[in-house]
T-cell receptor, first 109, second 115 residues
Framework: TQLLEQSPQFLSIQEGENLTVYCNSSSVFSSLQWYRQEPGEGPVLLVT?????EVKKLKRLTFQFGDARKDSSLHITAAQPGDTGLYLCAGQYGNKLVFGAGTILRVKS | DSGVTQTPKHLITATGQRVTLRCSPRSGDLSVYWYQQSLDQGLQFLIQYYNGEERAKGNILERFSAQQFPDLHSELNLSSLELGDSALYFCASSVSGSQGTDTQYFGPGTRLTVL
């Protein structure tokens, strides 16, 4: 059983569409991070959210941390082929970082 | 390029063997983390070292061990290898040891195949 559940597992969309990826848990996290991983490479940190209700924007990406710090979402506006990759959420649980299984995003041109 | 280097990039070995994976952190980073990524388990935290000392332990098997040397590079030793140990092994580094708030920089990984 995953401590962090990500949905959907796989998403294939056309360039220009919007999408949202979800990260949910029954546990409270001290902080939550989102990473993007491309084939053959290690994950790259996109954002860290710490405060319940926090919203952070990174160009066309909007990240939200739930009020109760148990869930988070990643919204991409006008997706581009360069957004293709594996998106991972990771929560700080005690002194460890726990990763979700990831969402594979494919943006077709 | 994250600044974290891992060697080797690929490793193919047989069941029962022992291998050593090496990681050099970014310049100035004191903390090193090891992760295992497989299709069925996803990215799993194995172990963390900070300035030579073990800081946190995750789902690391007893057949696996790690250490961080005075020059801050780290090695992950995998012994009595089984088919199920085939995976990508990532090393990451960060300035301090605060998982979850620190930015962890991941290396390119070592792909281990156990035949």
């Amino acid at each position: 059983t995953q401590l962090l559940e990500q949905s959907p597992q796989f998403l294939s969309i056309q360039e220009g569409e919007n999408l949202t990826v979800y990260c949910n848990s029954s546990s409270v996290f001290s902080s939550l991070q989102w990473y993007r991983q491309e084939p053959g490479e290690g994950p790259v940190l996109l954002v860290t959210v710490v405060t319940g209700g926090e919203v952070k924007k990174l160009k066309r990406l909007t990240f939200q941390f739930g009020d109760a710090r148990k869930d988070s979402s990643l919204h991409i506006t006008a997706a581009q082929p360069g957004d293709t990759g594996l998106y991972l959420c990771a929560g700080q649980y005690g002194n460890k970082l726990v990763f979700g299984a990831g969402t594979i995003l494919r943006v077709k041109s | 390029d994250s600044g974290v280097t891992q060697t080797p990039k690929h490793l193919i070995t047989a069941t029962g063997q022992r291998v050593t994976l090496r990681c050099s952190p970014r310049s100035g980073d004191l903390s090193v983390y090891w992760y295992q990524q497989s299709l069925d388990q996803g990215l799993q935290f194995l172990i963390q070292y900070y300035n030579g000392e073990e800081r946190a332990k995750g789902n690391i098997l007893e057949r696996f061990s790690a250490q961080q040397f005075p020059d801050l590079h780290s090695e992950l030793n995998l012994s009595s290898l089984e088919l199920g140990d085939s995976a990508l092994y990532f090393c990451a580094s960060s300035v301090s040891g605060s998982q979850g708030t620190d930015t962890q920089y991941f290396g390119p990984g070592t792909r281990l195949t156990v035949l």
